[in-house]
């Protein structure tokens, strides 16, 4: 009996023994099948999340941002101790102890199943675990999966210390709101630092991770109470706070962004512009869009947030005072239900929701409102963010035409800014104003660097993101004949060389062109000077047909106005379209003597690890290291940029583009108190209007035209629609950055002729007609009609000259050049020219 007990139990043991075996290597070879092509866990050393890059203005303030996932990634040794506590007692309590994985908690969890058959299945994993599945894995629930996750988990134990898992959990983690990280989390719902979070906020992020939306902040308030005092609660257990401190944390209230108790961190940045959507394109476009919006990039704007407001009031005022001009009423074409009226509360829930600009200051702050009631002398509005309603009287729209009731309806969404005394600010009215139109871009940028210090790309960002400074491509009009004369300068023409100023006929196999001055007059012989002051079309045309318009096409590729440029006759008028962006580079060329500048939007870029990968000057500083330069002396800078022409070449032009200011097309409209050159440029039909100009440092140019081009009407010209614009931001630029002479190159001297015949005059001479013109030294230029130049068109018989003092004369028969027989004046119109710029 007793060998038959021991048989047993000896059979039994072996069975027993035999089934351990089988099953440990059962278990082993499963392991050993899904670890075969398991992922590097190796890589996580090298993390390097997708992280907010972030735009600085020259100032040094955050001015943007811009994300897919919005993550800061925050250190281990950043990440204070009472974060990663309230975490690790959130979803891992024995973290610091265990090696990879709870085999408690898994053994808890799979008996929970059983139990409950299946109804129940929480999670066992550990934050290592849960690394694993976020980085390596995917996040299906399968067996297949958990194995793969344990022996990942324990792989990566024996290669990374806690802290730096920790560490990879803590910023990798979705919290919500588009929310990734603990840093992010801390921004997005409490506008705090990590270093700023009180326990209860830490505790009510640690409650996260399992399912952000089920704890929502306010449609899930009570739920998120219950879960955040829970993690209070298990903080206490684990011995993380004192008694004090919990049931301090858990009675306080959950305070958050979403609940209105602490302003977004979005509201202390800027509005989004134009500047930094222009820098998000370009730069996307050079690292592409997953290192722009992930790569962690810090991004130094060469923006002056000063000049960049400027800029902004400069142009709406130019474009709303031409809009009020026309008397035309169009509103925002938004309109609120009249089932969303009935109370206060309906109309401001129902405002709130209406998509338009709220991003527009033009003298004050524009608000949207709604109409509520019309009246005969008045309008009554609710407006976005002011108590109460508001009254509108009739003698506010005196300027359109119409109505209250022709033009308004109740539920209409309009916009209102505050009428204010000029003398002391104070409240007057309310008034209507619309966003109009009409639209424009302006550029400004240093004439040495190309660093852009404003841009704006249109009336308003949140009404239209399209930017007309960099994406509109317009006919540039006048303001591209400063080419043409460049040309003419380097080919051998001096500021007096004599062109006819005479009718001209163009065989262009398509028909007979007829270029024409704006003012219909011809003025026979005229110095090269006057012809750009005046910005006469017909010596435009002799000089490029003089000079040859491939050379006129070369010079303005090496400009960069142009990739290529057509050289048909009628492109020396502007009609060929480019940007304002590349026209205001190209004339910082002429400002700065002749060299090359690149321009651009970003002084440096940095990596997430403060690495540089871009940087925009290329000068070099010889002594900047030196500890101590002698009195006196400043720091030498070697710039190595290309020439583009001549620097005599480039003097001589600044020198006749002031004559436009001074005595010009754009005389009377330009006053800064300071050297100023500049162009204007009005193209066929008043489509497009332009002014680009420049003082010693600062070059700036404004754009204006409907995006649909059309005419603008009579009496619309670049200098009388962007020469204010010019003026009013250029005054604030030269109070900031001052301007001086234009900087005279060696090699040359001056003589004085007079503008208008090209003869040389004494140097004693005076006068409003005598002007000192540059000459390169060694050059013995041809005054007087020795210098004529008719570009290859005949003058033309019985030409009625308009000379000086001359009033207008009326509609007169001419020969022209080609011996034809045509008629003109009295004045020019809009349609006389097919192609290029009147002005």
Known sequence: MLRFVFSFFGALFSLVTIGVVAAALMIGAVFWFYARDLPDHEDLATYAPKTISRIYSGEGRMIDEFAVERRLFAPAEEIPDLVKQAFISAEDKNFYTHKGYDARGIVAAGIEAVKTRGQTVRGASTITQQVMKNFLLGGERTGERKIKELILATRIEKTLSKEKILELYLNEIFLGQNSYGVAAAAQTYFNKTLSELEPQDAAYLAALPKAPSNYHPVREMDRALERRNFVLREMRENGYLD???????RDAPLLTVQNGDYPPFRDSLPPRDYFTDEIRRQLSEDFGEGEFFGGGLTIRATLDPEMQSEAAVSLRA?????????????????????????????????????????????????????????ADQSMTLGIEGVEGTAQVPRKDIAWMRGSFVDNFQVGDVVHVRRMTEDSDGSFIRWTLRQVPAIQGGFVAMDVNTGRVLAMQGGFSYQHSVFNRATQATRQPGSSFKPFVYAAALDSGFTPATIIIDAPI????????????????????????????????????VRLAQEV?????????????????????????LGSQETTLYRM????????????????TLVDRVQDRWGNTIYRHDPRECTDCSVAALPRGRAPQIVSRRDRVINAITAYQLTSMMRGVVERGTAAGRVNLGVPTAGKT???????????????????????????????????????????????????????????????????????????Y?????????????????????????????????????????????????????????????????????????FGTLSSGGLY
């Not at 009388?720 to 040359?748: D, H, I, L, R, W």
């Not at 000259?801 to 119109?829: I, Y």
């Open 243 to 249: 008694q004090a401190a919990y049931e301090a944390a």
């Open 548 to 572: 040859g318009m491939r050379t006129v096409a070369g010079y303005a590729e090496r400009f960069g106005v142009y990739d290529r440029m057509n050289p048909y006759l009628a492109n020396a």
């Open 757 to 829: 015949t090209g003869a040389r005059l004494p140097n004693e001479a005076g006068g409003a007609d005598v002007v000192a013109e540059y000459f390169r030294d060694g050059e013995e230029p041809i005054f007087g009609m020795g210098a004529l130049v008719d570009g290859g068109f005949a003058m033309g018989a019985n030409l009625p000259l308009f000379e000086r003092g001359e009033a207008d004369a009326g509609a007169q028969e001419v020969t022209t050049s080609t011996g034809r027989k045509t008629t003109v004046g009295p004045k020019a119109t």
């Open 681 to 755: 440029g009005t193209t066929n039909d008043a489509r497009d209007v332009w002014f680009v100009g420049f003082t010693s440092n600062i070059v700036a140019g404004c754009y204006m035209g409907y995006d649909q081009p059309r005419p603008l009407g009579r009496g619309a010209y670049g200098a009388s629609m962007c020469g204010p614009v010019f003026n009013q931001f250029m005054k604030k630029a030269t109070a900031k950055y001052g301007g001086g002479p234009f900087e005279v190159p060696p090699g040359g001297h001056f003589i004085k002729i007079d503008r």
């Open 505 to 540: 006929e163009v065989d262009t196999g398509a028909g007979i062109w007829r270029p024409r001055n704006a003012s219909n007059k011809f003025y026979g012989p005229t110095p090269l000077r006057t012809g750009i002051e005046r910005s006469r079309n017909l010596m435009t």
């Open 584 to 599: 205001v580079s190209a004339y910082a060329m002429f400002a700065n003597g002749g060299e090359r500048v690149e321009p």
């Open 318 to 374: 130019g474009l709303e005072q031409y809009d009020r001009g026309l008397g035309q009423w169009r509103g925002t074409g938004k309109t609120i239900p009249a089932d969303r009226l009935g109370t206060e509360a309906d109309w401001r829930a129902a405002l709130s929701e209406v998509e338009v600009a709220r991003d527009i200051f033009l003298q004050d702050a524009w608000y949207p409102a709604v109409v509520l009631d019309i």
